[in-house]
């Protein structure tokens, strides 16, 4: 345990007890397994009794020796709200440190004989606060765990702290032909954002459908098979734009949540991705951090869980030639648990994920305090198609500083295009975001029958209900 030094003793009167006592100012926890003794074995022990060590013939620059329970030496340091005023009491009345207060130790971890960690005095460990006394910033010390540690115990701890950040070279989406984007759906998403020419950030979520990309596939119905994203709708939830966040927007509650769900689920369509538009970046800044952890945790919500799932994110962003650009994209599994750790957050920089100090990453052999967003990307292709079922006409909700609100009038303009230029009443009714307005009005029962149609065209839209969507949008009988 190395030499313990104790100051101010009276050369005339002091005892054993008063190096006790003087011992006990900065190490008040100390458990004693042999005696002060004369001698390095610990055979020979001092006179107690408040005999003086003068006259057991020692004195300034003696030397003593003492067997003690390592994990109780525990040095505590003087406060710095006074002079000299460390108390050996376990209490704290404010005037310093007492034999309860856990900050400015100097302590460290050893390995004891039997394997197990203990915390033992260390002179030359650096102070440390008390938020900083655990086994990882934040957490708890390990003896506050539990006493007795084997260090097998320490290693599987500790690595449940670190990751290595490497690259995950595959997507689980089936990379042959990989999202497929209903060209209406993204035509009408970038025309809005080039009303303010891609210098707001907005996002929507993606609805389709995930099909297997082989039928003939045998692996097809397995955990493991990779499936072909078909994106069929876009809905843009409540947003607000602002650039002082890192996502660029503010999400706001959606009352009309519950009601998209049940519509896409009633219409054969779920949740298979989102999307977002951002102003234009340098060549290579794909995704700030924000937009990286926003897309793990919903590959988690997802996957319900870190588990591999062909949830999708697509962005859409200016090009330098003034073309809109399409990428797709999923963040691997180390960044979803990572995520789920809460292991990486926001930084200073948004091309890099910060690491939190609780836990270490080892990037490209060395721990680093960030990790570049890229490391966590793996490319996903694009194609586009025309839906062959649904169309996207109605206005968008929740859009400002557009000329076209979700209103009756705009839902008549909509489905009075029935009977010219090909088109039926039930393919202009087939329109998501159409369907989600009409939700407002109608009863969940008719909404139900209503998708019940447009989701399997042989079941015939009734009659009672084409009057009840004629009279809302206010169209005569010639519709």
Same mark, same amino acid.
Request: one cysteine or more; hydrophobic letters at 35%; proline letters at 4%.
């Given at each position: 345990?190395?030499?313990? @030094?104790?100051?101010?003793?009276?050369? %005339?009167?002091?005892?054993?007890? *008063?190096?006790?006592?003087?011992?006990?100012?900065? @190490?008040?926890?100390?458990?004693?397994?042999?005696?002060?003794?004369?001698?390095?074995?610990?055979?020979?022990?001092?006179?107690?009794?408040?005999?003086?060590?003068?006259?057991?013939?020692?004195?300034?620059?003696?030397?003593?020796?003492?067997?003690?329970?390592?994990?109780?030496? $525990?040095?505590?340091?003087?406060?710095?709200?006074?002079?000299?005023?460390?108390?050996? *009491?376990?209490?704290?009345?404010?005037?310093?440190?007492?034999?309860?207060?856990?900050?400015?130790?100097?302590?460290?971890?050893?390995?004891?004989?039997?394997?197990?960690?203990?915390?033992?005095?260390d002179p030359n460990a650096k102070s440390v606060s008390?938020?900083?006394?655990?086994?990882?910033?934040?957490?708890?010390?390990?003896?506050?765990?539990?006493?007795?540690?084997?260090?097998?115990?320490?290693?599987?701890?500790?690595?449940?702290?670190?990751?290595?950040?490497?690259?995950?070279?595959?997507?689980?989406?089936?990379?042959?032909?990989?999202?497929?984007?209903?060209?209406?759906?993204?035509?009408?998403?970038?025309?809005?954002?080039?009303?303010?020419?891609?210098?707001?950030?907005?996002?929507?979520?993606?609805?389709? @459908?995930?099909?297997?990309?082989?039928? %003939?596939?045998?692996?097809?119905?397995?955990?493991?098979?990779?499936?072909?994203?078909?994106?069929?709708?876009?809905?843009?939830?409540?947003?607000?734009?602002?650039?002082?966040?890192?996502?660029?927007?503010?999400?706001?509650?959606?009352?009309?949540?519950?009601?998209?769900?049940?519509?896409?689920?009633?219409?054969?369509?779920?949740?298979?991705?989102?999307?977002?538009?951002?102003?234009?970046?340098?060549?290579?800044?794909?995704?700030?951090?924000?937009?990286?952890?926003?897309?793990?945790?919903?590959?988690?919500?997802?996957?319900?869980?870190?588990?591999?799932?062909?949830?999708?994110?697509?962005?859409?962003?200016?090009?330098?030639?003034?073309?809109?650009?399409?990428? $797709?994209?999923q963040v691997s599994r180390q960044c979803m648990e990572?995520?789920?750790?809460?292991?990486?957050?926001?930084?200073?920089?948004?091309?890099?994920?910060?690491?939190?100090?609780?836990?270490?990453?080892?990037?490209?052999?060395?721990?680093?305090?960030?990790?570049?967003?890229?490391?966590?990307?793996?490319?996903?292709?694009?194609?586009?198609?025309?839906?062959?079922?649904?169309? *996207?006409?109605?206005?968008?909700?929740?859009?400002?500083?557009?000329? @076209?609100?979700?209103?009756?009038?705009?839902?008549?303009?909509?489905?009075?295009?029935?009977?010219?230029?090909?088109?039926?009443?039930?393919?202009?009714? *087939?329109?998501?975001?159409?369907?989600?307005?009409?939700?407002?009005?109608?009863?969940?029962?008719?909404?139900?029958?209503?998708?019940?149609?447009?989701?399997?065209?042989?079941?015939?839209?009734?009659?009672?209900?084409?009057?009840?969507?004629?009279?809302?949008?206010?169209? %005569?009988?010639?519709?």
């Amino acid at each position: 345990m190395g030499t313990w @030094r104790v100051e101010n003793l009276a050369d %005339d009167s002091a005892t054993v007890e *008063s190096v006790l006592e003087g011992i006990a100012l900065t @190490r008040p926890n100390v458990v004693y397994e042999k005696p002060i003794c004369k001698d390095r074995e610990c055979k020979i022990p001092v006179v107690r009794n408040y005999t003086t060590l003068k006259s057991q013939g020692l004195g300034h620059g003696s030397m003593l020796h003492a067997r003690v329970d390592p994990a109780t030496c $525990a040095d505590n340091q003087k406060s710095s709200q006074g002079e000299g005023s460390t108390s050996s *009491s376990s209490s704290n009345n404010g005037e310093g440190t007492t034999a309860s207060d856990v900050g400015n130790t100097l302590t460290k971890r050893v390995i004891a004989h039997d394997g197990s960690i203990q915390l033992v005095h260390d002179p030359n460990a650096k102070s440390v606060s008390n938020g900083n006394r655990g086994f990882r910033k934040g957490m708890a010390a390990l003896r506050d765990m539990k006493m007795q540690w084997t260090l097998q115990e320490f290693v599987d701890m500790d690595e449940r702290f670190v990751f290595k950040i490497k690259r995950q070279e595959e997507c689980w989406i089936a990379n042959e032909r990989g999202v497929s984007l209903d060209s209406d759906s993204c035509n009408d998403f970038q025309s809005y954002l080039r009303k303010f020419n891609f210098q707001r950030n907005r996002f929507a979520f993606l609805y389709g @459908r995930f099909v297997d990309f082989d039928e %003939d596939d045998d692996t097809k119905d397995s955990k493991d098979a990779k499936k072909r994203v078909i994106v069929e709708a876009i809905y843009e939830p409540p947003q607000e734009p602002d650039s002082d966040t890192p996502e660029g927007f503010i999400q706001k509650d959606d009352p009309m949540e519950e009601n998209v769900e049940k519509i896409a689920q009633m219409i054969g369509l779920q949740r298979v991705g989102w999307i977002l538009g951002h102003p234009p970046r340098v060549k290579g800044f794909q995704m700030s951090a924000a937009e990286v952890i926003m897309a793990a945790e919903l590959q988690i919500e997802a996957a319900d869980g870190v588990e591999p799932t062909p949830f999708v994110t697509v962005k859409a962003t200016l090009g330098d030639d003034g073309n809109v650009s399409f990428e $797709a994209f999923q963040v691997s599994r180390q960044c979803m648990e990572m995520v789920a750790e809460g292991a990486i957050s926001v930084g200073e920089n948004p091309g890099f994920c910060a690491v939190s100090d609780t836990f270490t990453a080892i990037q490209e052999g060395k721990e680093s305090k960030t990790v570049e967003n890229n490391f966590f990307l793996t490319v996903v292709p694009i194609v586009q198609h025309s839906s062959e079922k649904f169309v *996207s006409q109605f206005p968008k909700p929740n859009r400002d500083h557009d000329a @076209r609100q979700q209103t009756n009038a705009e839902m008549k303009n909509q489905l009075s295009k029935s009977g010219s230029a090909g088109w039926t009443f039930m393919d202009l009714l *087939s329109d998501f975001n159409l369907l989600i307005y009409l939700s407002k009005f109608l009863d969940p029962s008719d909404i139900a029958e209503i998708c019940g149609s447009v989701s399997d065209r042989d079941i015939p839209l009734k009659n009672g209900h084409k009057i009840i969507i004629a009279g809302l949008a206010g169209l %005569d009988a010639s519709y």
